[in-house]
């Protein structure tokens, strides 16, 4: 096709490209074939994936481990709702994803006629979930939502993007042309008279705390010398996990969810909460952390600096800005001594895991042979599943982005086809997913993605006959288990069906072996473990 007859549809996929998006995972369908005339032309891969949720969870799996946002081509209606929990995963977990579909044309749009893939109103069914989310009616109008598409995508809290395309307009002749739009003006540093107060806050702290998360990670250096200058403690949420090295004297890990961790933050007399929501998903047991000493907040998000925990001083900007601006005042290295009197992360992580009930062994077991196997920037995805929970604090993590999880949203099934997404976007890296039973069933389809690209992705199922935290929560609230067993596939045999490798393991050293093949062979690898029966050894 010359240049003087580009589609809507081509200028969109040329547009994304000049953005820097370099991968498309969707669906085709009739509605938004247009976008499929340039995809070869403008350097974008596209992936297809056996259902367009898990478009969006590999375009989340790509975007957390290379930092970079990736795309998702739906059709209208069906595709767009079968979007829509990924999407709101990604929102959750503030994660760079653009979600592009196709609308029914223009003449009938909100009409109700009935025609092919109709909603009442797409846009407003997905609006709640994107930072930007645009119904574009011409070219013109287009551009401009691209633009702003690419804004949120970069903004200063990444969030997912949405843009819907009627049929007929992307089919249609354009003199439009891909440019290149201006990037992310750099987040600021919080004022500083404010800067300021935290600093004098800090000076006089006697037992300081550091809380990091996701709007964090990149703050590891100013996190380290900030917790050694103040004698001090790091605990991170899992968006934060590794940001300083979990193996750090100063390290708690993420523990907020563990009694020893509450204590140790309520006793503090200043908190730092760098980057992160402080929510009941980064805390579990309560909606709120019980804390007596001051809570400062810094966050790029104003609304989080005004939320239920009242702080007494909110700092508005870049975390890692404010983090560092705080670890250059070397004249406040005074040791608080603190940390010191108390004990370090490690005598603290072996309070938390003494309390750990025995039946979690096999599981630490699995979570230590899977860091053992693994290079030391191999990256896992893991799903809704007991073994995630427990991994969520017990994979060691020196460094950050080697461990994700569906933390905020919970969605089941986001492992597999995040973990393809996080493959292809990082093929020198190695990655892995781990599912338990039931979630493995919602997305196990996608293992066929991975056959198709032979993509190197061990799938770990941890396979407890049964909906493992359910039942156990049933159990504790006096109810009898109901819904919480069900009938498995033969794991191996649907493998190999699938043209995968696979194989059963029950002990620690076999699932090393199979690990470390699963990591070197062409193509995926599920490896069902069998938590009801493991050994240790
Ligand atoms: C989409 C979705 N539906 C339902 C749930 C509720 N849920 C959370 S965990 C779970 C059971 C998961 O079982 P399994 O994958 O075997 O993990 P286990 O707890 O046994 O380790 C369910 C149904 C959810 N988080 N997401
Ligand atoms: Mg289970």
């Keep these: ?174 003199a439009l042309r891909a440019e290149v739009f201006a990037g992310a003006a750099a987040i600021p540093a919080p004022p500083q008279h404010m800067l300021e107060q935290a600093q004098q806050l800090l000076a006089r702290a006697r037992r300081p705390m550091f809380v990091a998360g996701g709007g964090a990670r990149a703050a590891g250096a100013a996190l380290r010398q900030l917790v050694e200058s103040h004698d ?47 929510s009941e998903t980064d805390i579990y047991t309560t909606t709120r952390l019980a804390l007596n000493g001051s809570l400062v907040r810094i966050d790029v998000d104003e609304h989080k600096l005004g939320d239920h925990y009242g702080a007494s001083l909110t700092l508005l900007g870049d975390a890692g800005a404010a983090l560092q601006w705080l670890a250059s005042d070397r004249d406040a290295a005074r040791g608080s001594g603190w940390r010191t009197a108390v004990g370090d992360g490690a005598a603290h992580r072996a309070r938390i895991e003494a309390q750990l009930p025995a039946n979690f062994r096999p599981a630490l077991a699995v979570l230590q042979v899977l860091r053992e196997s693994l290079p030391a920037d191999g990256v896992v995805f893991s799903d809704m599943t007991q073994i995630a929970y427990l991994g969520n604090y017990a994979f060691p993590a020196e460094r950050p982005g080697v461990w994700f999880h569906p933390s905020g949203y919970g969605a089941l099934g986001y492992a597999l086809p995040a973990a393809i997404g996080a493959r292809l976007a990082q093929p020198q890296r190695s990655v892995a997913a781990l599912a338990g039973d039931f979630g493995a069933q919602f997305t196990l389809q996608d293992l066929m993605t991975a056959v198709e690209l032979d993509l190197t992705v061990p799938f770990i199922v941890w396979n407890n006959q049964a909906l493992g935290q359910i039942r156990d929560d049933m159990r504790a609230a006096g109810i009898a288990p109901i819904g919480v067993v069900a009938r498995n596939p033969d794991f191996v045999a649907l493998a190999h069906a699938c043209g995968a490798s696979g194989a059963r393991v029950r002990d620690a050293s076999s699932l090393f072996a199979a690990l470390r093949a699963a990591l070197t062979r062409r193509g995926p690898t599920l490896l069902e473990v069998d938590a009801t029966d493991f050994h240790l050894a």
Excluded: C
Excluded at 9 to 17: H, P, Q
Excluded at 238 to 258: F, M, Q
């Design 1 to 174: 096709m010359s240049a003087a007859s580009w589609t809507v549809g081509r200028y969109v996929v040329e547009t994304l490209a000049a953005n820097g998006i370099d991968t498309a995972f969707g669906i085709p369908g009739v509605h938004n074939i247009e976008l499929y005339r340039g995809l070869e032309l403008a350097r974008v891969r596209h992936v297809l994936v056996r259902h367009e949720q898990n478009a969006v969870f590999a375009a989340d799996g790509y975007a957390r481990a290379s930092g970079q946002p990736a795309a998702a081509f739906v059709i209208s209606g069906p595709g767009v709702t079968n979007a829509l929990t990924a999407l709101a995963q990604a929102w959750s977990d503030s994660v760079p994803v653009l979600l592009v579909a196709s609308a029914p044309s223009r003449a009938t749009l909100g009409r109700g006629w009935g025609v092919l893939h109709e909603l009442p109103d797409q846009r407003a069914l997905i609006a709640s979930v994107t930072a930007f989310a645009g119904s574009a009616r011409s070219d013109i109008e287009l551009r401009e939502q691209l633009r702003a598409a690419f804004a949120a995508l970069r903004g200063a809290r990444a969030r997912p993007a949405y843009l819907d395309i009627p049929l007929d307009l992307l089919g249609e002749p354009t």
């Design 232 to 278: 001090g403690y790091l605990v991170t949420t899992v968006a934060g996990k590794g940001v300083i090295a979990e193996s750090h004297p100063a390290s708690l890990g993420v523990s907020l969810p563990y009694a020893p961790t509450q204590e140790l933050v309520a006793a503090a007399d200043v908190v730092v909460a760098a980057g992160t929501e402080l």
